[in-house]
């Protein structure tokens, strides 16, 4: 069964720091692009940020360019999301899922991990 289990999450100050981490299983991991999502209160889920197979091609919402950097080590079938300069409107819930511009697993979403920023 494909799983995406995020953590990382908490709450931290405008202008911190988080790394949110996505642990997969059922699924052969280091043939698949990986993306990050959000979900703020009362609004859908939004893109954030793909990352290709092999690490190569990246790509990013412009709200997170320049302040996100997603990664993957395909070795522990993990993709990460470093966020910098964390701002009130960053505040979301987190999810992971396979693909590129669209989740591969879309009946498959995780639980998510919820970021909060505030002072």
């Known amino acids: 069964q494909v799983q995406f289990v995020e953590s990382g999450g908490g709450l931290v100050k405008p202008g911190g720091s988080l790394t949110l981490s996505c642990a997969t299983s059922g699924f052969h991991f280091r043939s698949y692009d990986m993306s990050w999502y959000r979900q703020a209160p009362g609004k859908g889920r939004e893109l954030v940020a793909g990352?290709?197979?092999?690490?190569?091609?990246?790509n990013y919402a412009d709200f997170a360019h320049g302040r996100f950097t997603i990664s993957r080590s395909n070795d522990k079938n993990t993709a990460y999301l470093q966020m910098d300069a964390l701002r009130p409107e960053d505040t979301a819930t987190y999810f992971c899922?396979?693909?590129?511009?669209?989740?591969?697993?879309?009946?498959?979403w995780g639980k998510g991990t919820l970021v909060t920023v505030s002072s």
């Open positions: 899922n396979a693909g590129y511009y669209s989740a591969a697993f879309g009946n498959e």
């Open positions: 990352i290709s197979a092999d690490s190569f091609g990246r």
